[in-house]
């Protein structure tokens, strides 16, 4: 099974091990709602992950509580690509905290 990982937990997630990919679609940083900003790199402490200055990605998810979620990284040709292939697939969502 395919993996996503994750820097934090985050609430979106709802502690869901398991996703299968939706939908991929391209954003523009500059064009980004502060709402789904928030949504997307608030973490369950309280703090944000900084999206970088370059085009995005949303991936579009729903976990093994029938719950969705999206999350937004770097695009890049290579891992658009590999996302679009994997479109229909399971993920095993892994949380990677700094320091563990």
């Known amino acids: 099974m395919k993996a996503i990982k994750f820097s934090s937990n ?3 997630l709802w502690n869901q091990k398991e996703a299968k990919l939706l939908a991929i679609q391209l954003l523009g940083k500059k064009n980004l709602n502060k709402d789904l900003i928030e949504y997307d790199t608030k973490n369950t402490k309280g703090d944000y992950y900084k999206l ?3 085009i995005l990605m949303q991936l579009i998810f729903i976990g093994d509580k029938s719950i969705p979620f999206c999350t937004i990284r770097r695009w890049t040709k290579d891992k658009f690509e590999w996302y679009h292939q994997s479109i229909g697939e399971y ?3 892994i ?6």
């Not at 949380?95 to 563990?100: A, L, Q, R, S, Y």
């Open 52 to 54: 970088p200055e370059a």
């Open 91 to 93: 993920f095993k969502i």
């Open 95 to 100: 949380i990677k905290e700094k320091g563990k």
């Open 10 to 12: 985050y609430p979106k």
